[in-house]
């Protein structure tokens, strides 16, 4: 039985885990040093635990004790009980969403490994935004994609705001990462995917026309929320894919889709 300890100071040692976890720099050194992720909610951090991430302690106000008393009871672990105000003082934000965990992160997967079961794969270039990934992976989830590949400096999926708005899905959707940007596209490319690099040029070929011919293994590209993706990534895919969008959204300043509303378009396609 997880052993429920009360701490009243932001600063004991043994809240560590949690501190300051708005601040995406600091979040990013300590969660990689210390090999953990942190999973907000009664419902995300129960899928967490059921697809086999370890928990290093579980923190929440008294009150939110009832929406894990299912798991507590299995859990060796401890778990921390402070007051609204400690939490937010530790955190940086009102909690209000119930507990937080801090789990173990489990070694990704190597590439060759999660393409080898695949038919249809997600390859995500140097997406920033952490929200992004997370509600790719969603997409991802619900709309029949077996894996998402992501490129060495694509966003961490179990960064808190991720694994968040994914509900958890970065913990169903096998991913694994690319260790070099420049030549690892050959290597999925080699393993019998067709690979299709997503973008809102006026010269690609429309997604309908793409998903009709696809094939059995297919690869779907998507660029970062700036610049897109690279002109390496294009000029090694199989063939750029546009989603056509209307006559009228350059006068109304809108040069392209959300790079999850392109994502969630494109999955749909391919299973039609
Ligand atoms: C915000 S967009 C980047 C816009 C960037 N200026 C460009 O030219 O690609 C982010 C990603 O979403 C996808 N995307 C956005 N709009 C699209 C469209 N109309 N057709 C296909 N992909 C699109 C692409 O993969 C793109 O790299």
Redesign the pocket.
């Known amino acids: 039985m997880a052993e429920l300890i009360h701490v009243s100071e932001a600063s004991d040692p043994r809240l560590a885990d949690y501190v300051r976890l708005t601040d995406g720099q600091l979040r990013r050194s300590l969660e990689a040093a210390e090999g953990l992720f942190i999973a907000e909610g009664a419902k995300v951090i129960r899928r967490a635990l059921e697809t086999g991430h370890l928990p290093r302690s579980i923190l929440m106000a008294e009150r939110w004790l009832d929406s894990l008393s299912d798991v507590l009871p299995g859990l060796d672990c401890p778990v921390y009980l402070v007051s609204d105000a400690t939490a937010e003082a530790l955190t940086g934000f009102a909690v209000h969403r119930g507990a937080l965990a801090s789990l173990t992160r489990l070694p990704l997967p190597a590439l060759p490994e999660v393409l080898a079961p695949a038919r249809r794969i997600i390859i995500l ?1 140097d997406l920033v935004n952490h929200t992004n990934v997370g509600a790719i992976f969603r997409c991802a989830a619900a709309l029949d994609v077996d894996a998402v590949i992501l490129a060495p400096r694509c966003a961490d999926p179990l960064y808190r705001r991720s694994v968040k708005v994914s509900m958890g899905a970065v913990f169903a959707v096998p991913y694994a990462r690319m260790g070099d940007w420049h030549k690892d596209l050959a290597l999925v490319r080699d393993a019998g995917f067709r690979l299709l ?5 006026d010269d ?1 070929l429309d ?1 309908e026309d793409a998903a009709a011919s696809s094939g059995e293994k297919v690869g779907l ?9 690279s002109s390496h990534w294009i000029s090694e895919a199989d063939a750029a ?5 209307s006559p009228g959204a350059l006068s109304k300043g809108v ?5 999850v509303a ?1 994502a969630a378009i ?1 999955c749909y396609a391919l299973t039609r």
Not at 221 to 229: H, P, R, T, W
Not at 241 to 245: A, E, G, L
């Open positions: 270039e690099a997503l973008t809102p040029a690609a997604l590209l998507l660029g970062s929320e700036g610049d897109g993706l894919v546009r989603i056509p969008m040069d392209s889709l959300n790079v392109a494109a």
